[in-house]
């Protein structure tokens, strides 16, 4: 186990749009003390960034599989890497 900083740039697919997942995302990614943020793509993605401790972000990476009660995930990519976040956890308006 690490807590070296990590920082990741995904994209999370399926049915995530329209069953809370940003406003979960979001608790989820606050209650494990992480910065960054989250927010709906015109596509029906969802792209979230996700900053802290190693060890954290991974636990977080683990549970955006799972998300909400009526979530399906059927893929999360990575995409190109971003500055770490700082501050808060935040939901942005769709891009």
């Given at each position: 186990m ?9 994209l ?9 997942y ?74």
């Open positions: 690490t807590t070296d900083p990590l920082t990741v740039h995904v999370i697919e399926g049915r995530v749009q329209g069953v809370g940003r406003a979960w995302c979001a608790s989820a990614a606050e209650a494990r003390g992480l910065s960054g943020w989250v927010r709906n793509l015109k596509t029906g993605a969802v792209e979230a960034v996700l900053s802290g401790p190693s060890d954290t972000v991974v636990d977080m990476m683990d549970q955006l599989w799972q998300g909400p009660a009526f979530a399906r995930v059927s893929a999360i990519r990575d995409l190109d890497p971003v500055d770490p976040a700082k501050g808060s956890f935040a939901v942005l308006e769709t891009a």
